[in-house]
């Protein structure tokens, strides 16, 4: 193969290959910014405003924890109406056994807003998407998440990700207002944002996630080799280990073939450096 053939020759100029930087895992902190007050949410604001605690999962593409027009599953059900955690970490716990996530999250929420509170994990390249929630309380569904956020966009670990977080409703409970009587719909009717509806038409944001990331972690695709977020010969020898070995991580443009195309899009992504 063409391919090998120059790899090989490259190889005979380079000292001994560094690993290869499969960057399996990445740790991040995770900020939650609580900005819902009775200044900026004046109608019918509550007593005792809190978000529970921020609970979701790691997970691959072939998992959906909670989408907008889905259908809440009894765990966002419960986030939503209770603010629990036991429902959806049982859920999550399914996932992880058939393989389709990680880990479950359970990070720190706003015991009175507003507030800032900050925590942290720990993402795994193969569940490389994020999706949590926490209820916003009291309410009778109402929420604020994320879903299905890759942290590893283009194969590189996203340096930093921010969310402004409007309201939404799980489609569990027909109540209108932040505190009453519960009033179950069954069966369950979709999630719909109602940052246009009442009580929160006309207001901003109740707040923001920020996911920030904290380890050492490569700034291209050609940043195959520590020292991260320098390009040098440990680089290039690290792609050329790869490149020799088959190692997925050397096929750069995707297509299961170890070929110049490799090559070239290395050395082109190497040239450019780090952005």
Do not use: K
């Amino acid at each position: 193969m063409l391919g090998r053939s120059l790899s090989t020759s490259l190889l005979i100029l380079c000292l001994p290959a560094a690993d290869a930087a499969a960057q399996d895992s990445a740790e991040y902190r995770f900020e939650f910014a609580a900005e819902w007050s009775v200044e900026t949410h004046p109608t019918m604001f509550p007593n005792n405003p809190h978000f529970s605690r921020v609970i979701g999962a790691t997970h691959t593409d072939q998992l959906s924890i909670w989408a907008p027009n889905g259908i809440a599953t009894f765990g966002i059900e419960d986030m939503a109406e209770r603010g629990a955690v036991a429902a959806l970490q049982a859920e999550v716990d399914d996932h992880i056994a058939a393989g389709t996530a990680d880990q479950f999250l359970s990070l720190r929420g706003i015991p009175t807003s507003p507030d800032i509170r900050d925590d942290a994990f720990v993402a795994n390249a193969d569940f490389p998407l994020l999706s949590i929630v926490t209820m916003i309380a009291p309410s009778p569904d109402w929420f604020v998440g994320i879903h299905d956020v890759d942290l590893r966009p283009g194969g590189i670990w996203a340096r930093e990700l921010v969310f402004d977080l409007y309201p939404y409703d799980s489609g569990t409970d027909a109540g209108v207002n932040f505190v009453g009587p519960n009033i179950d719909i069954t069966p369950h009717i979709p999630i719909i944002s109602i940052a246009d509806q009442f009580p929160f038409e006309g207001t901003g944001r109740l707040g923001t996630f920020r996911i920030t990331l904290t380890s050492e972690a490569a700034c291209s695709l050609a940043d195959f080799a520590e020292p991260y977020e320098t390009l040098d010969f440990f680089d290039v020898s690290a792609f050329i280990n790869a490149f020799v070995a088959q190692d997925e991580a050397a096929d750069l443009n995707g297509d299961s073939m170890f070929d110049f195309f490799d090559v070239s899009a290395f050395l082109n992504t190497f040239s450019a450096g780090c952005p």
